[in-house]
């Protein structure tokens, strides 16, 4: 059993940023960032895998940035240039195995966090 806590959320306005940390209760291969909007689909954000491959969604390129400490148990989000439609309960999820297929989608994880909200105010 793997337990994920996540922390750095919060209301911001449009072109501002926030760190979304999420810390894991023991390693584990793949790690990565959903949100969901009410109303909307779970949808992946941003994942990493012990090789350090990275997958991003086309609406957080450029502006979003993954990343783990060195012990791989700390996860990060990085989100700059925010816009309103980044408001969402972001999760922390993560898998002892992915692929780049994977990588993306809900069911391709096992364990998940609370979750911390976020709001873009314009």
């Known amino acids: 059993q793997v337990q994920l806590v996540e922390s750095g959320g919060g209301s911001v306005q449009a072109g501002g940023s926030l760190r979304l940390s999420c810390t894991a209760s023991r390693y584990i291969d793949c790690m990565g960032w959903f949100r969901q909007a009410p109303g909307k689909e779970r949808e992946g954000v941003a994942a990493?895998?012990?090789?350090?491959?990275?997958t991003y969604s086309d609406s957080v390129k450029g502006r979003f940035t993954i990343s783990q400490d060195n012990g791989k148990k700390t996860l990060y989000l990085q989100m700059s240039s925010l816009k309103p439609e980044d408001s969402a309960m972001y999760y922390c999820?993560?898998?002892?195995?992915?692929?780049?297929?994977?990588?993306?989608?809900?069911?391709?994880?096992?364990?998940w966090g609370q979750g911390t909200q976020v709001t873009v105010s314009s």
């Open positions: 999820a993560a898998n002892y195995a992915c692929t780049i297929a994977t990588m993306s989608r809900p069911e391709g994880f096992t364990y």
């Open positions: 990493i895998d012990r090789h350090g491959r990275t």
